[in-house]
């Protein structure tokens, strides 16, 4: 396998950004990831990003957002209707069979336009449960309440990393909730999808994220410190929530064996874990220890924007990386219900 | 190290049909994933990962469906993947599964595209109402049939050349079991006569909307070596995209397509197109395509790709660069399907398992995929010999 | 930038329906005669509701048994107040529920005032709309096992049906309604203001100087945001065209045939799609020059239909130099012959 490394990223989150069409909010992200390695589009070897039509509403919306990447001359490029954690997953296959030697990735999502929690609801299956129009939040509270009641986590746990969250968040300039409030204040709130608390469930956000990819030497001529990934796998388990144990994550831990998770000590993890109950979930799946900083961001609690979550944890591991802040950490993105479809990778600075 | 060679062993398609009403959206997709997979010798455990392609989500109403139908396609524990790249997607998808063996991630993927448009109605899923404006187009033929008219005035081609389009890709249809349309009493003049819809195009010059589902099961040198039935070996695959809309664009032959033609003839070796590629499955939605993609694809001069048509070339029966075999996109358009089927079709002819439809002898077949507003593109080539 | 950026309800609509294949198609077929039915997977447990693959090997499943109509609660949430799309006339707990007999559970409804009603573990049993169809909402929702619940209320197994004496369910509604806030983007809606003037305006491309219009915010050339705004002519010429003779669902106003038409307006590097009105469709002439005929002034308003459609000038025709290529490359192209 050829050594494939982050080399530059660029995102950006906030509660709406309602002035702005996709590709206006795109713009500015690309030029900068393609500018901090002094690269232009035509340096490509590979392009691909991630979106979805449900979110805002119009279909092909990635046929207009394809225009910020400036695809004149024509580009090697691809789209995943995936976090845009698949489309980097897809651009580090490219590297690995092309002859190429750099790669852009990009994704984005709005989800202000419309209502995340209802949205989500066509996600599920057409004949037995998307008629009933069961919402985001009371599908993740059936995997808490189990989880509760397994006696793995209890309330108190999820509060406690509801409010690292917001302590983390606190010096993340890309947070939406970045208030901090002690475990006991969240322990106080009333339940919004009962079992969860509003600081249980993700902060919605909008945005997107860029970042260029490229390989052995030529990763090291552009940046000072290349964060390479190390492994990288994605599975997933059954769609079905009766069918498959919500207090775990088969579908994760399959692909953090894989991506070699295990193989040597983590010093810091950004997980796309919507809620407190799926980091808590994650944290085993991954076989994550004491010694690990989780969601040094604050995480996709602090800002969960739809397709990007999983790229924007990548970003997050890298830019910690390469200022010297840990040397090995894991990103990791989902898709799905109660973390359906999970995707794992080892970075690690040279 | 190079690229893993990588064999398709293993076609499946459904029946397409308007609408598939004895199936339920992942029975769609299974009957066309079995047939891959029995064909390729394969059980679903074999399997190791799933790459999924289909066009917008608004078609069927269920957001990112790869999802749900995770335990339909053996998914439970294995990576499955989603590629949306517009028309072109079947193609893409084709593309990136193979990348999958060629970069040595995984021995053996099952690829499938589908679409089941009788869910809604593709005049509604393509254009969404948009407040603030309003359409002055109706749908892709109104869309694509100016820039036909673009070729044809910059061709002189006569008139009738996309009647015989057509008639020729629905008479390739009888032979195709899978088509969508069985037109078995069409005369040319019939083609001639229908009405027009979006003048220059009449109403059998363009594609039905049609339920289905096409699969193919690839695997690494390996795999297509032991693979105990024909084999098809991949030997070009490639990607181009670009922008829609820009000064000075060529939209009869987009930048896109050339270049990316450009490269997949020089990944498989191909100097001469014409004389090396045996049979040609090529995205055709409407007839006038046809000569536009010929000359675009560099299988005949510019202005020229009307005088294939005119003389039966591309034809099955007695042409010597076969366009279609399958009846075509004109005779099933799964949208998100049509792309693989495309590919599906082309191993089909280099494998002999094309049944009536096949190209005696043929070698070296070329797969091809557009879409958006002709702006994505996905091709590939496929031999029989390694 | 003086305006605001617009912003517009979206409602995305549509009557789906799906297909439903046997197996689905018996079990809806079952829940309009009100049974309910699971089915037998490879290591003999049962599913339910039935799938049509087992999740743990992707085989076909067929064996379809017929299940008592109570069991108990898995688990179970409470959502807060119902939500728009919803079947439910109240807030309801969402719970998964395993029917007695079943070795899995299924999601839906529990009809209940409130969380303190609910426990896992709790029993419950099926509570039947009156009127069913063969759909899941057939199935009002589940209640607590003790309730007092009527006639429709089924406690124990219904045998007196035979399902295959009746018409299979092979369909099913699954409509759509989305609402979203829909906004152009800050380059659209500068387009769309200056529309209420009687303006159009494109914006340049700082590296290469084109200019596009409608205006995108983007340069698809530099792959940069675009630097200014432009103000252009309402006049241009025909690029290309086709005489549709199909009616759009959405403008039933527009009476085929008519003709739509790519039109270059002069300073302008690429063309966008207009109705040339006014003239008979086949008199339209590729180079044909046009003006646009605007909405009489007191309708105007921020939209781009204050343009009706293009008329011809009457001027000579323009000369299209390269026919493939749509557009101009450069901005600044004088016109053709035109007079």
Same mark, same amino acid.
């Given at each position: ?47 691909? $990003? ?17 225009? *910020?990447?400036? %695809? ?28 190429? !030697? ?85 322990? +106080? ?47 997933? !388990? ?113 | ?54 066009? %917008? ?26 590629? @949306? ?11 990136? +599964? ?48 100016? /820039? ?31 088509? @969508? ?19 220059? /195009? ?21 795999? *297509? !070596? ?14 181009? $995209? ?60 510019? &202005? ?56 005696? &002898? ?25 | 930038?003086?305006? #605001? ?27 309009? #005669? ?19 693959? !087992? ?52 999601? @839906? ?80 809606? #500068? ?55 199909? %009616?759009?669902?959405?403008? %039933? ?73 749509? *557009? ?12």
């Amino acid at each position: 396998m050829k050594d494939v490394a982050i080399v530059s990223f660029a995102q950006r989150q906030e509660a709406q950004i309602s002035n702005e069409s996709e590709v206006e909010m795109m713009i500015p992200l690309m030029e900068q990831a393609k500018e901090a390695v002094g690269l232009s589009q035509r340096d490509m070897g590979f392009t691909c $990003s991630g979106s979805s039509d449900f979110l805002a509403g119009q279909a092909f919306s990635f046929v207009m957002t394809i225009d *910020g990447t400036g %695809p004149v001359p024509p580009i090697s490029e691809s789209h995943v209707e995936q976090d845009g954690a698949w489309a980097l997953y897809e651009a580090w296959v490219k590297l690995q069979c092309e002859d190429i !030697d750099t790669a852009f990735v990009y994704s984005y999502g709005k989800s202000s336009p419309g209502s995340l929690r209802d949205v989500l609801a066509t996600q599920m299956d057409p004949y037995y449960v998307a008629p009933l129009w069961p919402d985001a939040y009371a599908i993740e509270g059936l995997a808490a309440r189990m989880l509760l009641d397994s006696g793995k986590v209890s309330e108190q746990q999820l509060a406690e990393i509801a409010s690292r969250s917001r302590l983390n968040a606190a010096t993340n300039p890309h947070a939406v909730r970045n208030e901090k409030k002690s475990v006991e204040e969240i322990l +106080a709130e009333p339940y919004l999808a009962d079992p969860l608390r509003p600081s249980d469930i993700g902060a919605i956000a909008d945005g997107g994220a860029a970042m260029v990819l490229a390989t052995g030497d030529r990763a090291r001529s552009l940046c000072e410190r290349p964060v390479w990934i190390r492994g990288i796998d994605h599975r997933s !388990d059954a769609h079905t929530l009766g069918v498959r144990d919500l207090t775990s994550a088969m579908s994760a831990t399959i692909a953090a064996e894989k991506s070699g998770v295990g193989a040597d000590r983590i010093d810091l993890a950004e997980l796309a874990a919507p809620f407190t109950t799926s980091e808590a979930v994650l944290t085993e799946a991954l076989g994550l220890g004491d010694g690990v900083s989780v969601n040094p961001s604050g995480g996709a609690l602090a800002a969960n924007t739809m397709m990007a979550a999983g790229l924007i944890r990548f970003g997050e591991i890298f830019e910690r990386i390469a200022r010297g802040d840990g040397d090995r950490g894991v990103a990791h993105a989902t898709s799905g219900r109660c973390l359906q479809q999970n995707l794992v990778a080892v970075l690690e600075g040279e | 190290m190079g690229k893993e060679r990588t064999a398709v062993i293993g076609v499946g398609q459904t029946k397409y049909a308007s609408t598939r009403g004895d199936v339920s959206m992942a029975g769609l997709l299974r009957e066309a994933a079995q047939r891959a997979l029995d064909t390729a010798h394969k059980t679903w455990s074999d399997i190791d990962a799933v790459v999924m392609g289909k066009a %917008p989500d608004f078609f069927e109403g269920v957001m990112m469906p790869e999802i749900y139908l995770a335990e339909a396609l053996g998914c439970v524990g294995k990576p499955i993947m989603r590629v @949306h790249t517009a028309g072109s997607v079947g193609g893409s998808t084709a593309c990136v +599964a193979a990348s999958m063996v060629q970069s040595r991630v995984h021995s053996t993927v099952l690829t499938i595209a589908w679409e089941k448009q009788s869910e809604s109605n593709a005049m509604w899923a393509l254009s969404l109402p948009q407040p603030f404006t309003t359409s002055v187009n109706a749908g892709a033929g109104g869309y694509f049939s100016p /820039i036909m008219r673009r070729y044809m005035a910059m061709s002189d081609a006569p008139e009738l050349i996309g009647c015989l389009v057509a008639f020729k890709d629905r008479q390739h249809a009888l032979k195709n079991p899978y088509a @969508h349309l069985h037109q078995h009493d069409l005369t040319f003049e019939q083609v001639v006569e229908s009405p027009m819809l979006w003048d220059p /195009i009449r109403y059998s010059e363009t594609c039905p909307s049609s339920d289905g589902a096409c699969a193919m099961v690839l695997t690494d040198e390996a795999g *297509g !070596d032991a693979h105990d039935g024909p084999v098809a070996w991949v030997s070009g695959t490639a990607m181009r $995209s670009e922008s829609n809309s820009y000064g000075g664009r060529n939209m009869v032959s987009p930048a896109a397509s050339e270049q990316c033609a450009d490269d997949v003839f020089a990944q498989a070796g191909i100097h001469d197109r014409r004389a090396e590629i045996d049979a040609v499955e090529m995205y055709v939605p409407f007839s006038w395509y046809e000569p536009m993609w010929l000359e675009s694809l560099g299988f005949a001069d510019k &202005g020229k790709g009307w005088q294939l048509v005119e003389s039966g070339a591309t034809a099955l029966d007695g042409g010597d660069l076969p366009v279609n075999p399958s009846g075509g996109v004109l005779s099933s358009n799964a949208i998100g399907a049509s792309g693989m089927i495309r590919f599906a079709e082309a191993a089909l002819q280099v494998m002999g398992e094309a049944g009536e439809h096949q190209v005696d &002898g043929a070698r070296t077949a070329f797969g091809h995929a557009y879409g958006g507003g002709a702006q994505y593109f996905a091709m590939w080539i496929v031999a029989k010999d390694k | 930038m003086p305006e #605001e950026v617009l912003q517009a309800p979206l409602v995305l609509e549509y009557p789906f329906t799906g297909t439903t294949g046997p197996v689905v198609g018996r079990f809806l077929t079952g829940l309009r #005669e009100g049974v309910v039915l699971g089915v037998r997977r490879s290591d003999g447990t049962v599913m339910c509701p039935p799938l049509e693959y !087992d999740p743990a090997d992707a085989s076909p499943l067929e064996e379809m048994v017929e299940l008592p109509q109570s069991g108990e609660v898995v688990s179970w949430s409470w959502g807060g107040p119902r939500r728009e799309q919803q079947p439910f006339d109240q807030p309801v707990a969402w719970a998964l529920i395993q029917l007695d007999g079943a070795d899995t559970p299924m999601l @839906h409804a529990v009809l209940v005032d409130g969380p303190e009603q609910m426990s896992t573990g709790m029993r419950v049993q099926i509570k039947w709309r009156d009127e069913r169809e063969g759909h899941i909402t057939d199935i009002c929702g589940f209640v607590p096992e003790s309730d007092e619940t009527g006639p429709k209320t089924a406690s124990k197994t219904s045998t007196t049906v035979d399902l295959d004496s009746v018409e299979a369910v092979q369909s099913v509604r699954t409509p759509i309604r989305l609402n979203y806030s829909y906004t152009p983007g800050r380059a659209l809606s #500068e387009y769309l203001y200056a529309m209420k003037d009687k303006r159009i305006i494109g914006d340049r491309c700082g590296d290469t100087g084109q200019v596009f219009v409608p205006p995108r915010g983007v340069s698809p050339v530099a792959g940069k945001a675009t630097i200014e705004t432009v103000d252009l002519p309402d006049v241009g010429y025909v690029e290309s065209f086709n005489i549709t003779r199909v %009616p759009i669902a959405t403008r %039933p106003d527009l009476e085929p045939p008519y003709c739509s038409a790519w039109i270059v307006l002069d300073g302008a590097s690429v063309g966008f799609m207009g109705l040339v009105i006014n003239c008979e469709p086949e008199s339209v002439r590729l180079g044909m020059r046009v003006r646009a005929v605007w909405k009489p002034d007191e309708e105007l308003e921020v939209s781009a239909t204050n343009i009706l459609g293009w008329e011809p000038t009457g001027e000579a025709d323009e000369v299209i130099a390269d026919i493939e290529r749509i *557009g101009r490359v450069g901005p600044q192209q004088k016109r053709g012959s035109a007079s």
